[in-house]
């Protein structure tokens, strides 16, 4: 079974600064697709960004980026220029290709909760 | 382009009783998931639908769980004789294809007094 684990509960950061929150993953998978979801405080989770693990390239949103190590099973956060804004829970998820009947249920880590200090 | 709904927000029941919670997803996408979310976790999945098709269950959903997509349109989660361990918020999700991301509804929360 997938795991994701998301080792900072919490992280804060300076607005107008940069901030990196850290995923790592298990799977024997070799084709999946990896996201960072936002939960604001009673809102609703929407996605930031996503990556497929076949491409090489490191995907980007605007001020959002991630960092892909496949071989190290990793996949960190990075937003630039910190906004008030940014500040909610943020999500690692895995979810499988669905090639050869993988599911199709994302797996999610526990969370990093971001504050954004004005 | 409406989003995920869900129905109701929030709902408060007694332990024992039975609770329904109703998700529409945007329309036409033909994929439909349920998750449940602990007070500082992340979200577990339940179940999901392709159209009217029941595809994949998780093992969290008991026997007091159940769930339906009868047109493949809107799809209904069902909790028989809640238990106060079901005080959570039910996510609902679609999504138009696999390649795709999951839109994800503001979710009901439920608590079980």
């Known amino acids: 079974a997938q795991t994701v684990t998301q080792s900072q509960p919490e992280m804060s950061v300076q607005e107008a600064e940069t901030v990196t929150l850290s995923c790592t993953y298990d799977t024997s998978e070799s084709d999946y697709y990896l996201f960072w979801y936002k939960q604001p405080p009673s809102r609703q989770m929407i996605l930031v960004i996503r990556?497929?693990?076949?491409?090489?390239q490191n995907a980007t949103e605007n001020r959002f980026s991630v960092n892909f190590q496949k071989a190290a099973k990793s996949f960190s956060l990075k937003i630039s220029d910190s906004q008030l804004g940014d500040a909610a829970m943020y999500f690692c998820?895995?979810?499988?290709?669905?090639?050869?009947?993988?599911?199709?249920?994302?797996?999610f880590g526990k969370g990093t909760k971001l504050t954004v200090n004005p | 382009d409406t989003g995920v709904s869900q129905d109701p927000r929030h709902k408060i029941t007694k332990r024992g009783q039975n609770v329904t919670f109703r998700c529409d997803p945007i329309s036409e996408h033909n994929r439909l998931y349920w998750y449940r979310q602990t007070l500082g976790q992340g979200p577990e999945f339940l179940t999901y639908f392709q159209n009217e098709a029941q595809l994949e269950k998780s093992r969290l959903l008991s026997d007091r769980f159940s769930a339906e997509r009868p047109k493949g349109s809107f799809s209904t989660l069902e909790i028989q004789r809640t238990e106060q361990g079901d005080s959570a918020m039910y996510l609902c999700?679609?999504?138009?294809?696999?390649?795709?991301?999951?839109?994800f509804g503001p979710g009901t929360r439920l608590t079980v007094t």
């Open positions: 999700a679609s999504s138009p294809d696999i390649s795709y991301e999951q839109y």
């Open positions: 990556q497929e693990a076949y491409k090489q």
């Open positions: 998820a895995y979810r499988s290709a669905g090639f050869q009947g993988g599911s199709e249920k994302l797996v």
